[in-house]
């Protein structure tokens, strides 16, 4: 594309080394997709794209272009096609906006008084199809993580320094409500690990989710969640004291194909009796599994099914994973490890999200977002999704708010 006068790479937005850490201070400015829209940088960059996409265009109808040149110039064409569309019909959604609340302005007197309250029920319902435009652009704009279709790994496990009981009781809460929003998603979640706690609640335990886009949907669950209450039970119930505990989720792609050979020599592999919640998945044999790869010391349970072969397969398949999340790392350079990122050290400072019982309020620390209504949340459904898809929301405001600010560093350094 060099001849042609186009120096940017074929992806719209170059961002495979992006992510998101929620801590722009472009987050005050730009609150959401339609603020964005507004921005002059975005504006001036989106012209620029349009005008590429119309000469892409214009050249593709020349009969001089080499093979090679003909397939580079179809997938910027491809690439930008898109984009082109949805930013023209968001501009012609803009001036009928515009034109509505000139008309709006000039209908002030009681004889259009209805006329008035149609033109404004017209005015937002074109607001809605803006700002579902803006999001959709933005969508096309950032390009799609290598493992956003992939299934996952989600492992939840009890605060260990905090709480107590109160860790335990969450920590089973929150592996309901993921098993609730993959019902929600219609997805398929399988136990593969669960290790329940004496009193009721959960220490540890695993599943595997799959399904459409699930890791798109629960990358940025992984981290430290903070609980808010005052027990049911006990003394600190009586006295109506608030006990804070943690608990952290940690979230792993799992490719289809994991192609990692793992050798029985660098294995040891121990059978007990499955432990379950409500007497599911108990047996009275030793079906259960622990695996461990003595080379890295990762170690994977399954208790999941009552045949020991079929728990051994499963967790020989989640240790590929795992070797093979180790890999992903790897090469995330400058950067610490996903693991590491969404474990930490599991302490309170280090929380994303706070679920505060007594205020029946949820905040997300990343974006300082918060939701009401805990019982909602934690069943799993709409209040759940709406405040994931605001995390993917503002993730994606981030990409081109970087990009954008990167590209105007490089035009203005004369590189």
């Known amino acids: 594309l060099h001849n042609y006068g186009f120096w940017r790479p074929q992806s719209v937005l170059d961002t495979a080394r992006f992510t998101p850490c929620f801590n722009s201070r472009h987050r005050k400015n730009h609150q959401d997709s339609r603020a964005l829209w507004k921005h002059e940088a975005v504006q001036k960059y989106l012209e620029t794209l349009s005008k590429e996409y119309q000469q892409v265009s214009h050249l593709l109808n020349a009969d001089s272009l080499k093979d090679l040149e003909q397939r580079t110039l179809r997938r910027r064409w491809a690439d930008l096609s898109p984009i082109a569309a949805a930013f023209q019909e968001i501009k012609e959604a803009e001036r009928e906006v515009q034109e509505l609340e000139a008309m709006c302005r000039e209908l002030d007197s009681r004889d259009e008084k209805q006329l008035l309250e149609l033109a404004l029920e017209e005015k937002e319902t074109l607001d809605k199809k803006m700002n579902m435009l803006c ?89 430290t969640h903070r609980v808010q209450r005052i027990p049911e039970t006990g003394l600190s119930s009586r006295m109506q004291r608030i006990h804070t505990g943690t608990m952290s989720v940690i979230v792993l792609p799992q490719p289809e194909e994991v192609d990692i050979k793992v050798d029985a020599r660098d294995l040891r592999i121990d059978t007990f009796r499955a432990k379950g919640a409500g007497g599911q998945h108990v047996n009275k044999t030793d079906s259960a599994v622990r695996i461990v790869h003595l080379p890295t010391g990762l170690a994977v349970e399954c208790q999941q099914e009552r045949s020991q072969q079929l728990n051994k397969e499963i967790a020989l398949r989640t240790l590929r994973a795992k070797l093979y999340q180790q890999i992903i790392e790897k090469q995330l350079s400058q950067e610490q490890s996903a693991r590491k990122l969404q474990l930490g050290t599991r302490a309170q400072s280090e929380r994303i999200r706070t679920y505060n019982f007594t205020q029946d309020r949820v905040t997300d620390h990343r974006i300082s977002y918060d939701a009401r209504n805990i019982k909602e949340i934690l069943s799993g459904k709409e209040a759940l999704d709406k405040l994931i898809n605001r995390l993917l929301e503002f993730a994606e405001i981030e990409a081109v708010t970087e990009y954008l600010e990167n590209l105007q560093a490089f035009e203005g350094g004369g590189c």
């Open 135 to 223: 999001r959709k652009l933005f969508q096309l704009l950032v390009p799609k993580e290598k493992y956003d279709r992939s299934p996952v790994i989600l492992e939840v496990t009890a605060g260990r320094t905090t709480g107590g009981d109160i860790c335990q009781q969450f920590t089973k809460e929150m592996f309901e409500m993921y098993q609730s929003y993959a019902d929600y998603k219609r997805w398929t979640f399988d136990i593969v690990n669960y290790v329940p706690a004496e009193i009721g609640g959960l220490h540890h335990a695993a599943a595997h989710i799959s399904g459409e886009d699930v890791y798109r949907h629960l990358k940025y669950e992984g981290g």
